[in-house]
C-alpha cells in the first residue's frame, strides 16, 4: 500500500533554482565562519575545563560573570568575567568554560568550583556533593589531535565512499554522491557558526550520521536510475533520472519523515547533552534529502551524455 501516491514532477528543470539556493546557503555559511575565525570549537577540541554546578535556585548569569571578574586562586588572581558563561539546561544550572592555561594551579578545577560556591553561599545544596554537575578537561595536545582526528574521520569516509561508489556503479554516479555529500556538511557547519553552536564530538557524530543518511538515500535513486536505464533505452539521462526520482518519492518522503520525528524528539525532550547533536541530525536529514534530488542526481547528468 502506498501512502503516497506516485508523483509526476520534472525535478531536474528546477536545478537551477536548487544551485542558487544551495551556493546562497553555503556562501552565507562559510562567509560566517571566516568572519568568526572559523567554526566554534567544544573543549574537545580546543582544550580546556568545562564545569558544570548545580545551585538551589536560578541565578542571572551577569551575577555569576560579576563574581568571576577577580577570583584569587593559591595567590594568583584570574578574570574570569570574560570565560564563556551560559546555563546548561535548567536556569539553577550554570556551565563555565574556562581555556587552558600554561601556569595552571594544581586541583585547579576544583579550587574554582570552590569559589562558585563561595560566590553564592544560601544558593549551594546542602549535600555538596550534589554541586558538582560535571568537570570536563582536555589538554591542548590532545584537543589538536581530536581535531586531527575527526578532519581524517569525515575523508576517509568520502575517499571510501567515492570507491565504493564507483565499483558498484560508476564513476559519475561516485562524484554526484560526494558532491551532495560536502554540501550536507558544509551547509550544517555553515549553520551551526551562523546560530554559534559548538563542534563537539558528538556533532562529528552527527555529521558522519549525517553523511550515512544523505548517502543511503543517494543510492535508493541510483539504484532506480540504473534499472530505469535498461528498461528506458531510448529516453534521454534527464527523463530517466526525473523518473526515478518520482517512483523513490514516496520512500524518501516516509523515511525522511519518520526519522525527522525521532531527531525531533530527541531535540526536545533530549537534554542539554544532546541537544546540538540532534540539531545537526535534524538539519542534515533536511538538507540530505533535498541534496539527493537537487545536488548529486545534476552533477550525474552534467557528467553523463544526455541523449
Known sequence: MRIIKETHIDFMSKTVLGVLLSALLIVIGVASIIMKGGPKLSIDFKGGTMIAVNYTEPVDI?????????????????DFSKAEIKHFGDESNVAV??????????????????KMMEAFPSLVPDDRSKFILSIDK???????????????????????????????????????????????????????????FEVSLAVIAAFL???????????VIFDRVRENVKGM???????????????????T??????????????????????HTF???????????????????????????SDN
Not at 97 to 114: G, I, T
Not at 159 to 181: D, M, N, P
Open 62 to 78: 551577569n551575577e555569576v560573570r560579576s563574581a568571576l571578574n577577580q577570583v584569587n586562586i593559591d595567590g594568583q588572581t584570574f
Open 97 to 114: 568554560r574556562l581555556p587552558s592555561m600554561d601556569d595552571e594551579p594544581e586541583q585547579f578545577a576544583h579550587k574554582f568550583v570552590a
Open 138 to 196: 582536555v589538554g591542548p595536545k590532545i584537543g589538536a589531535e581530536l581535531s586531527g582526528d575527526a578532519v581524517m574521520a569525515i575523508f576517509s569516509t568520502l575517499a571510501l565512499i567515492l570507491i565504493y561508489i564507483s565499483i558498484r556503479f560508476e564513476f559519475k554516479y561516485a562524484v554526484g554522491a560526494i558532491a551532495a555529500l560536502t554540501h550536507d556538511i558544509l551547509i550544517t557547519l555553515g549553520i551551526f557558526s551562523l546560530l554559534d
Open 209 to 219: 550520521t549525517i553523511v550515512g543518511y544523505s548517502l543511503n538515500d543517494t543510492i
Open 233 to 251: 533505452k531510448n529516453a534521454t539521462l534527464t527523463s530517466v533520472i526525473n523518473e526515478s526520482i518520482n517512483q523513490s518519492m514516496s520512500r
Open 253 to 274: 518522503i516516509v523515511t525522511s519523515l519518520t526519522t525527522l520525528f525521532v531527531v525531533l524528539v530527541l531535540f526536545i525532550v533530549g537534554g542539554e547533552v544532546i
Open 278 to 304: 540532534a540539531f545537526a541530525m535534524i538539519v542534515g536529514v533536511i538538507i540530505g534529502t533535498y541534496s539527493s534530488i537537487f545536488v548529486a542526481s545534476p552533477v550525474v547528468i552534467k557528467m553523463g
